[in-house]
C-alpha cells in the first residue's frame, strides 16, 4: 500500500500564526528560504513536494507577495492575498488523502520578468470515495527579488 498523507485545515489559531507567518513570505531575495540561483526545475519540485506532502506552510513561502490567481477545479477565486490563498488550499486539501505528487513538465518562458511554468501529477482519494483521482496542477511563476514566486494555481481534474 502506497503511504498517504491526509490533509488537515489548521485550526483558527494555527491558521493565524500561519497567516501572519506568510503575509511577508518572498519579500527580498532568499526570504522563502530559496536561494537566489535556485532553477524553476528545483523550485517545482519543492512545490510539488509540499503539496504533496500537505505541507501548506512549504506551498504557502512559494507565493507571490503580491497576490496570486486560483483556480480549484472551476471554483475560480481570481486574484487573492497569501492568506486567502493558504486558507483555500486548506479547504480544498482536506478533503483529500494524498498519494503522490510528481512534476511533469517545467518551463521557462521568458520575457520581463522572467515566467515559467510547472505541470504537477496530483493523485490523491477524495474523503468518502476509495478510488484516487488524478488531478493537474499548473502552477504560473515569476521571477521577482531573484526568487521563482507562484503568481497563479489551477488544478483540473
Known sequence: MIPRARFR???????????????????G???SGLSAQESLQAVSAGFAAGWGGGDLQRVGDLLRP???RLDL????????SVRQAVAALGDFHQDHE???ARVNRVEET???PTRGFAE??????????SEARTYVIFASFVREDEAWL???IRVLR
Open 66 to 68: 503580491a497576490g496570486l
Open 150 to 152: 507562484i503568481s497563479e
Open 73 to 80: 477545479t472551476g471554483h475560480r477565486a481570481g486574484q487573492v
Open 98 to 100: 494524498s498519494v503522490e
Open 9 to 27: 485545515r489548521p485550526r483558527p489559531f494555527v491558521a493565524a500564526l500561519l497567516g501572519v507567518g506568510l503575509v511577508g513570505a518572498g519579500q
Open 120 to 129: 504537477i501529477a496530483w493523485t490523491a482519494v477524495p474523503s468518502g470515495t
Open 110 to 112: 521568458g520575457g520581463s
Open 29 to 31: 531575495p532568499g526570504a
